[in-house]
């Protein structure tokens, strides 16, 4: 079987720097909290995984606790298609890229990509146009830098990139990224277990309701 590394991209969750399109429904502190709960749900799924290896690509200085074990590695500075690029180039064999705001992600979602990592590449459409996961069998960052990205054709501009340096790409299930107040709401829905779906409904709770 083919060792597959797994990372998860993300920043860390201050107040005013996550999530800031929730912000006018549950003030910076709450939008900060419920983005440390995707988080958190994201890296419990990701432990769940048969993965070689765990990578946090962090933004940030304090790591949550929820990621003991995984290795961090800095993100550098620059546009997030360039942070990407370094991150593709410097890990070694199969690398599974997965986003932080997608906390409904199970590993039922990425099971495809450990059933046939021999594939050239995977590709995790989201429903707003992006992407929540990228997988590539040789990782090439080449292959990510000058996608322009949170735009309604990121995904459709990084997926014909992997097609056109002649990578057989197959899909993953499409997610919902959580981006609007309705989209966590959405979200919160799919999985109502999760501590992302707790955290919405506290910040729900403390901040008097939808707005």
Same mark, same amino acid.
């Given at each position: 079987?083919?060792?597959?590394?797994?990372?998860?991209?993300?920043?860390?969750?201050?107040?005013?720097?996550?999530?800031?399109?929730?912000?006018?429904?549950?003030?910076?502190?709450?939008?900060?909290?419920?983005?440390?709960?995707?988080?958190?749900?994201?890296?419990?799924?990701?432990?769940?995984?048969?993965?070689?290896?765990?990578?946090?690509?962090?933004?940030?200085?304090?790591?949550?606790?929820?990621?003991?074990?995984?290795? &961090?590695?800095?993100?550098?500075? @620059?546009?997030? /298609?360039?942070?990407? @690029?370094?991150?593709?180039?410097?890990?070694?064999?199969?690398?599974?890229?997965?986003?932080? /705001?997608?906390?409904?992600?199970?590993?039922?979602?990425?099971?495809? &990509?450990?059933?046939?990592?021999?594939? /050239?590449?995977?590709?995790?459409?989201?429903?707003? @146009?992006?992407?929540?996961?990228?997988? *590539?069998?040789?990782?090439?960052?080449?292959?990510?830098?000058?996608?322009? *990205?949170?735009?309604?054709?990121?995904?459709? &501009?990084?997926?014909?990139?992997?097609?056109?340096?002649?990578?057989?790409? /197959?899909?993953?299930?499409?997610?919902?990224? &959580?981006?609007?107040?309705?989209?966590?709401?959405?979200?919160?829905?799919?999985?109502?277990?999760?501590?992302?779906?707790?955290?919405?409904?506290?910040?729900?709770?403390?901040? @008097?309701?939808?707005?």
């Amino acid at each position: 079987m083919t060792a597959v590394t797994v990372a998860v991209v993300a920043k860390e969750c201050l107040p005013g720097r996550v999530k800031t399109r929730l912000i006018p429904a549950l003030g910076p502190e709450g939008a900060a909290r419920v983005a440390a709960a995707s988080l958190a749900d994201t890296l419990a799924t990701v432990r769940a995984l048969p993965a070689a290896r765990r990578i946090l690509f962090f933004d940030g200085d304090v790591v949550p606790d929820a990621a003991e074990g995984f290795h &961090v590695l800095p993100q550098p500075g @620059g546009d997030l /298609d360039a942070r990407l @690029g370094t991150l593709f180039d410097a890990v070694q064999g199969p690398l599974l890229l997965v986003g932080m /705001d997608t906390p409904q992600v199970r590993p039922a979602d990425v099971a495809p &990509v450990f059933e046939n990592p021999e594939r /050239d590449a995977w590709f995790g459409p989201a429903e707003d @146009g992006g992407f929540w996961s990228l997988y *590539m069998h040789d990782p090439d960052g080449s292959l990510i830098r000058g996608v322009p *990205m949170s735009r309604a054709d990121t995904g459709a &501009v990084q997926r014909a990139r992997l097609v056109d340096a002649g990578l057989d790409v /197959d899909d993953l299930v499409p997610l919902l990224d &959580v981006d609007e107040i309705a989209d966590a709401d959405r979200v919160a829905a799919l999985a109502p277990g999760s501590a992302f779906a707790a955290a919405l409904t506290a910040e729900r709770t403390t901040s @008097g309701g939808v707005r």
